[in-house]
Every structure is written in structure tokens, then in C-alpha cells.
């Protein structure tokens, strides 16, 4: 796996969906200046604003990923309804200004604006600043070298690639997920100051300290569960934060907008720090030796060599500290602390109702059809208990070391509130404004 579009995507999405809905709002603002008017008040309906969003995301997908993107359209043009008021997958949209009274048309202009941005920021969408022919997207165009090679972790503090398969034979050598993070302009936060967020890393040339992070992975996977393998599954990997979405849209309206807060401190010190992840450390510091720890699908404990240990979740292809999940996780439930009124309302950490995760016999991704033997759930009530729980599931999953969880809630925390009046700006509800 190499550089990965999903990050730049997530941004493009989200940014390209509030630049799509806002102009159908009494008070809000795109947060890329589009050269369009706000809609009259009678354009400002649900209806206007889900055409203008879902044209916007195929448009964005299209730009972005145009195989996949293809492959939206044509899923589309398959069940769209007919009709005078039905979404116009392909819009006459050269009417000048005149066009924008189609909200498809808005949505298509969205789509093109952001996606403009962010390849001027630095995402390398086309490719071109890799090379100048046979340009692939998204490639790195830093010149980015491991310290370890895929076969030897002769460097033991620094990130190593790893090998992986499909599991039905097909297998590949990691290289650096996002290596031009450093190079990236941040949309929200401030370049200057929050860019230059940063957090000690731990003594990993210490013998007792190494053996103390790789020994506390190794006991929560000889302790894993039903409940444990589904707090990993969920809270570990970045599911978690669409999974969230979908369980206070109900209540408060949520949409992936809200999150997107931009993770450059911990993207950009991952590449800084460029530190070895528990899948090269474990096997680096037990080899022939014996540890009691998961043995894989259907085997649960056992013990085993040091070199067959594999990590319950998948193992991102970029150095492992700051945990960018644990950002994640806190840049997320910072933004509800604040979206509830912040300090000044003692219930802004809160959830009401509470979060409650709950998995049915043999959902599991990593174990399908074998976990949880029975049903199994967890519920969370606090924002300080998500994060926690988070942290938790990245070294329970085996991907993270402790340090790493600690450093990446205590890189980002804050993050959200530098930002919180560029938002509101944009959102002026968020600050109590109405039409």
C-alpha cells in the first residue's frame, strides 16, 4: 500500500459538502469563496441542498478518484427517479449565473473549487509534482527513504514497511502512506502555529522502556475478548468517527463536516519521528522466544514465537508516533465539548443519549462469521471516555504503543478550539446566531 487518496479525499468531501449546502443557508458561508450569490430564500430548501450536495460528492469522487468515481456515476445513472423534481445527474450548467438557480450546478462548482484548493495545497491529486510524464496520482514527491528495509529492522526505534497479503495469495511491501505531510497547507488550522504542534517521543533506545511498551501490547492480546476484539474493530481503526456520525445525526444533526478538522501536527511529526510500530518491534525483540498472545483466527491465546506475532488490527504503512487515530478521536469529542456550549455548561462532555456500541454473533471484520461468539456491546457517556477508549482499542488492536495513544490525544488537544471562531464564522448557528 503507498500513499493513500483517503485522506485527501475525506478532506475534499467534507470540504466540498459545506461548500455546497451553505449558500441555501440564511447566515452561512462557503468556506472556499465559490463567485456565487447566496440563493434566494425560496431556493433554500432540503431538497435544493441534498441535490447540490450529493452533485457536489459525485463531482468531488470523480476528480479525485475518477475509477471509482465512474463507478458512483454508473451506479447512479441506474437508479436515479424521473421526474421534474429529480436529481439531474448531468446538468446544463452553462447558463452563467443563471445556472446556479440549478442546485446541481452549485454542487459541480463546489466540487471544482475544492478540488482546486487542495491540489494547490500540496496533495499531488494528478501527480504532477512527482514527475512530468507518466504521472501517478498522489504518488510522493519528497524522496522519502525508510530507515529499515521490509526483510530487517536494523534500525529497531524507526518505522519498518511491512509485508502483507489479501490472504488468497496476492502480497505487497508497504510504502509510506502520506510522506509529504510536512508539505501540506492545513485548510482550518493556522500553519504557523498550530503546525508546529509537536510532542517528545518516547526513550525508545532505552532497553527497559522498549520492553515495558512491546510487553504491555502483548498482554492485551493475550487478554483479548468478543468485547475487546469489537472495541478495536470499531474504536481502533477510522470507522469509529462515521459509525458516531450516524448515532447523533438523530439527535444533533451531525454530518462528516463536523469532523474534519485538519490532523497536520500529528501527520507531520509521524514523519518527523518516523518510529518503529509494535508489528517490527515485537517480532525484533522475542524472535525465537516465546510469548502467550493471539494466535490468530480460531486459534485466541497461545503461546507462540515472537517472530509469528501478528496484530489483531491491520497495521497502517506510516511510523507510529503520535497515534493519528487517538487526533482523531480527540479533535472529534473536543468539537462536541464546545458544539454544547463548552465551559459554560457543566454537560458539554457528555452524550445524551449515551453512545451504545452493539455487535451481533459473527459481525466481526477481522474474524467475520467466527466473533463475537455471542452478542456483545459497550456504551460510552462521556466524551473523556471516548477518547479514552480509543486509546485503549489502538494498543489493544496492536498497533500502538502506549506513548504514542498519550502523545497524539495531547498533540491535538486544543485543536478544535483554535479553530472553534473560524467555524463559527462560517457557521454563525454555532454561535447562537438566527435568521
Known sequence: AGSSPYIAQLSAWALTGWNAVALYDCQALPAIDMGIARRPAKQQTLLNRNKALAAALLRIH????????????????GSLPKGKTAFKLTPDCSGGVSAYNTPECVGIKAAQVTYDWLAAAGWNYNGSLSRQYNAQ???????????????????????????????????????????????????????AVEGKRTVPKW?????????????????????????????????????????????????????ITDIDLQTGPVLATK??????????????????????????????????????WVPYLSTFNEGEFPSGATCWCTVPNEWIHLWQGGDSNP??????PPLTF?????????????SPVKAVSFTISTTQE??????????????????????????????????????????????????
Open 62 to 77: 470523480e476528480l479525485a478518484d475518477p475509477i471509482l468515481g465512474a463507478a458512483s456515476r454508473a451506479i447512479m445513472e
Open 271 to 308: 514523519l518527523k519521528t518516523d518510529m518503529v510500530r509494535p508489528a517490527s518491534a515485537v517480532r525484533y525483540l522475542y524472535g525465537e522466544t516465546t510469548v502467550t498472545a493471539y494466535a490468530g483466527k480460531g486459534q485466541g491465546t497461545k503461546k507462540i514465537p515472537g517472530k509469528d
Open 137 to 191: 496520482p498522489y504518488m510522493d514527491y519528497t524522496g522519502y527513504t525508510p530507515k529499515n528495509s521490509p526483510w530487517d529492522l536494523t534500525n529497531p526505534c524507526n518505522w519498518q514497511p511491512l509485508h502483507e497479503t489479501d490472504g488468497r495469495g496476492k502480497t505487497w511491501i508497504q510504502t509510506h502512506l502520506l510522506p509529504y505531510a510536512p508539505n501540506i497547507k492545513p485548510f482550518f488550522i493556522d500553519a
Open 386 to 435: 471516548y477518547i479514552q477508549k480509543c486509546k485503549d482499542a489502538r494498543v489493544i488492536g496492536g498497533v500502538h504503543f502506549r506513548a504514542a495513544v498519550d502523545a497524539g490525544q495531547a498533540i491535538c488537544s486544543g485543536v478544535t478550539k483554535s479553530v472553534w471562531g473560524k467555524i463559527k464564522k462560517l457557521c454563525p448557528k454555532l454561535g447562537g446566531k438566527t435568521c
Open 358 to 370: 452493539g455487535f451481533q454473533p459473527g459481525c466481526s471484520m477481522r474474524e467475520p462469521f467466527a
Open 347 to 352: 454537560n458539554s462532555n457528555k452524550f445524551s
Open 203 to 255: 526513550d525508545c533506545n532505552n532497553a527497559t522502556t522498549y520492553k515495558a511498551q512491546v510487553d504491555e501490547v502483548l498482554a492485551y492480546s493475550a487478554a483479548l475478548n468478543d468485547t475487546t476484539k469489537m472495541q478495536a474493530e470499531v474504536l481502533g481503526p477510522q470507522p469509529f468517527a462515521l459509525i458516531t456520525i450516524l448515532m447523533l445525526r438523530a439527535s444533533k444533526g451531525w454530518s
